[in-house]
């Protein structure tokens, strides 16, 4: 119950008034908590309703023997808990709601943009655009430094890294260098409503940026995507997608995964099994949804360990997959089995490999997944280094030689120049 104000009164006859709220002589002041409840009636067009005005507060020399309650602070969350750097995709990227660091103080400790920042402006200046000398600049400075030059950028010369890159680029070149200047998170996110924006759905792009990952990362990405576009990120794809797709998604937006450093718990895992074995058995829609709820929302340990108990005591269960589901079902799902198969590395190299194949094959080379697939790679060097390694033995092919072959122009450098990897950090 809130504290209510107690105004002055008139003195009753026969006593002092006494505007102190002192007691008269002889006796005691009052004890204890203050009442609640008002000790004396509101004055004149004041008292209790929703409809009334809230009453003056009076002057703290007016409150009688109890001095008025403290005011409410609101004290904002204090910024130097905000940490300039956040885990995305197992990466270190920048926080986007963190404060500006004092003056001074460097981005990127050892990294100076000034000279990066004086390249890109040379090779965007003037008539044309040096294309060899954006890449040069671009691709060899990691995610904090790029963050850092963008910053600088528009401190020194008022205008933003990335729509000058914007308006200096075009076609697959400059989707490329779109995304090495805003990072990994902001990108996917980018990429999110690229795949929900428009006349129909991208799954696959939607596949690759929300499924088999960690609760941290898809937090990170409704949250960023609902303050970029406005939107829930759930209420949108509810809207694009229906029947089996949408509820495959939507189960990947609120999984809760346990996490990959939990211990793996083999009866759990045998049930699931036998599980998803029935399942596949009478394959009906109920049934069918026991295949989305383990798949999705199990741990990448417990998961592997599910993929191998299923084929030892049945068969496949790639094959499962592939007998019970068609579309973009049977690829979604397939793309979280194959990302934790034990008979591979368990992290997705080889099958990232196979992606990567499978925007050059056939007729045509499917360039925007090329663009997304190789940029999306390359910010983990390591990563891209076991990536070429899987792709080498599972084409017998060297991953730069067939992009070279596949793309052209400053597009062909800048793909060659990801894939090589020379990114100091």
Known sequence: ????????????????????????????????????????????????????????VAPQSSYGAYPPPPLQQYYPPNPQLVLPTLQYMGLV????HAPPLPYGVAKVPGYDPAP????????????????ELLIKTLTKIGILQMDALADYYVTKYGKRLVDLLDSETSSYFGMGIHALATGPLAWDIELLHKALDGVGTNED???????????????????GYKSKYGVDLAVKIKGDLSGKTEKLYLIALNANRPPDTAPVDQVAVNKDIDVLFEASQKRNDKDEMAFFDIILTRSNPHLSA??????????????????????????????????????????????????????????????NELVWRIVRAHWDPRRMAAIKEAYHRRTRKILEDRVGKETSGSYKKLMLALIEGHVKG
Do not use: C
């Open 116 to 131: 990066d920042a004086e390249s890109v402006r040379k090779a965007t200046k003037g008539f044309g655009t040096n294309d």
């Open 306 to 367: 599910v993929i191998d108990g299923y084929g030892k005591k049945y068969r496949s269960l790639t094959k499962v997959v592939k007998a019970t589901f068609s579309g973009h079902t049977r690829d979604s799902l397939l793309y979280v089995v194959e990302g934790v198969k034990p008979k591979r590395d368990g992290k997705g190299i080889w099958r990232d490999a196979k992606l990567i194949d499978k925007a050059m094959v056939g007729f045509g080379t499917r360039d």
């Open 205 to 223: 792009l939607l596949t690759e940026i929300l499924l088999g990952r960690t609760n941290e990362d898809v937090y990170r990405l409704t949250v």
């Open 1 to 56: 119950m809130s504290y209510v104000p107690q105004f002055p009164t008139e003195p009753q006859p026969g006593t002092a008034y006494n505007p102190s709220g002192a007691p008269p002589p002889g006796q005691a002041p009052p004890t204890g908590a203050p009442p609640q409840e008002p000790a004396v009636p509101y004055p004149p067009g004041y008292g209790p309703g929703p409809t009334l005005p809230e009453p003056q």
């Open 93 to 96: 990227v920048p926080n986007p």
